[in-house]
C-alpha cells in the first residue's frame, strides 16, 4: 500500500521555467511533510518542509503548497535551473511512530 | 559535525557470500532508518531501529536479512548469502529522538553489486 502518491514520475521544464511535483496521502496520522533532493549517486538531502498548519512555505526558490483538507502538497520550483535536475522525494511523517513515508520519486530534467 | 557516514561506499560480492554494511549516525541521533534503492526507483523501507532495539522490521525480508545497532558502534546492515537481486543502493538514515521538525539526514549510501 502506498501510503503517499507522488506525480509527475518525470519531468522535462525549460531553464526559466515553474518545476511542480504533486503528493497526496490519506493517513490523518501524518504531521510532517519534507521533500528530498537526490543527484545520481548521492544520498537524499533535506531540501525543504512544511507542517500542517501551515498552507505554504518558501525558501529560495522552493515552495511548498499544502492543502491540508484534500490532503495534497506540493513542489514548486521557480526560475528552474539546469543544475536542478534530480530526482526528488516528497515525504510524510506518522506521528505515532516517527517513520517517514516517500513517495516514488520524481525525476526532474532541466533543459538548458 | 560529521554527518551520517556509511561504509563502504561500494561492495562487490559473488553470490552466496555475506555483505555487511555500517551506518554510523550523526552525532545525538539515536535512531537509524534503513532504506534499499533500486535503479531508477524510489526509497523502500526495510528497518527502524534504537539503541539495542528494532522498532520496525516490517520492510526487512524474512530470510537472509538482519540489522542491529548496538550500544556501542555503528548499526549493521547483515545480508547473509546474497543473490543478484540484493544489487541495490542501501541508505541510512538517521534522527534525533522525536522532535517536532526534523527530517531524516541520509548517508550517501553503500552500492551493492553481486557478481
Known amino acids: 500500500q502506498q501510503q503517499v502518491k507522488q506525480s509527475p514520475q518525470s519531468l522535462i521544464v525549460q531553464k526559466g521555467g515553474i518545476s511542480i511535483i504533486n503528493c497526496a496521502y490519506e493517513?490523518?496520522?501524518?504531521?510532517?511533510f519534507p521533500w528530498y533532493q537526490q543527484f545520481p549517486g548521492k544520498g537524499p538531502a533535506l531540501l525543504i518542509a512544511?507542517?500542517?498548519?501551515?498552507s505554504e512555505k518558501k525558501e529560495g526558490r522552493f515552495t511548498i503548497s499544502f492543502n491540508k483538507s484534500a490532503k495534497q502538497f506540493s513542489l514548486h520550483i521557480m526560475d528552474s535551473q539546469p543544475g536542478d535536475s534530480a530526482t526528488y522525494f516528497c515525504a510524510a511523517r506518522n506521528v505515532n511512530f516517527n517513520k517517514f513515508y516517500f513517495g516514488s520519486g520524481t525525476k526532474l530534467n532541466v533543459k538548458p | 559535525n560529521a554527518g551520517v557516514m556509511q561504509n563502504p561506499r561500494h561492495l562487490v560480492r559473488r553470490r552466496g557470500q555475506e555483505a555487511r554494511l555500517r551506518c554510523s549516525p550523526m552525532?545525538?541521533?539515536?535512531?537509524v532508518y534503513w532504506y534499499r534503492q533500486l535503479p531508477e526507483e524510489g526509497l523502500k523501507f526495510m528497518v527502524y531501529?534504537?539503541?539495542?532495539?528494532?522498532?520496525?522490521e516490517s520492510g526487512m525480508p524474512k530470510e537472509r536479512f538482519s540489522a542491529e545497532f548496538p550500544k556501542e558502534g555503528p548499526s549493521i546492515l547483515r545480508i547473509q548469502q546474497v543473490v543478484r537481486g540484493d544489487s541495490a543502493a542501501y541508505f541510512c538514515?538517521?534522527?534525533?529522538?522525536?522532535?517536532?521538525?526534523?527530517?531524516?539526514?541520509f548517508g550517501s549510501g553503500t552500492r551493492l553489486t553481486v557478481v
Open positions: 493517513n490523518t496520522a501524518f504531521d510532517y
Open positions: 538514515a538517521s534522527s534525533p529522538p522525536r522532535t517536532a521538525n526534523y527530517g531524516y539526514t
Open positions: 531501529l534504537q539503541k539495542e532495539n528494532i522498532i520496525d
Open positions: 552525532k545525538g541521533h539515536s535512531h
Open positions: 512544511i507542517r500542517p498548519d501551515v
